[in-house]
């Protein structure tokens, strides 16, 4: 069973940075990407972020383009996700994906390409 946790989620003012970090344990897998998605109150699960372990590509949603930085460590299946000049729509549960099947590089936006899931962490922004 592999099981993925968050951590580094909190309370912040608006323009405040965050970063969040996901560590795979459990058995021993080979993610092929590892991304970033939020939910908040009444609203469906999006996408934040994502990186593909092949060619390092990676993606952001339009949301957070140049305020949010994913990074990584393939071998160790751990992820960040650097938050700066966080806004309260930035307020959400944020969870933690990894894929160990192939994800191109535009489908790395796409959630029923994750096969394992976090927990979530909450990270609530105040104005």
């Known amino acids: 069973q592999v099981q993925l946790g968050e951590s580094g989620g909190g309370l912040v003012q608006a323009g405040d940075s965050l970063r969040l970090s996901c560590a795979a344990s459990?058995?021993?897998?080979?993610?092929?990407?590892m991304g970033w998605f939020r939910q908040a109150p009444g609203k469906e699960r999006q996408f934040v972020a994502a990186i593909s372990w092949s060619g390092g590509r990676t993606d952001y949603a339009d949301s957070v383009k140049g305020r949010f930085t994913i990074s990584g460590d393939n071998p160790k299946n751990t992820v960040y996700l650097q938050m700066n000049t966080l806004k309260p729509e930035d307020t959400a549960v944020y969870y933690c994906?990894?894929?160990?099947?192939?994800?191109?590089?535009?489908?790395?936006?796409?959630?029923?390409?994750?096969?394992?899931w976090g927990q979530g962490t909450q990270v609530t922004v105040s104005s």
């Open positions: 994906s990894a894929a160990s099947g192939y994800v191109g590089d535009y489908a790395l936006r796409v959630a029923s390409k994750y096969n394992y």
């Open positions: 459990g058995r021993a897998f080979s993610s092929y990407a």
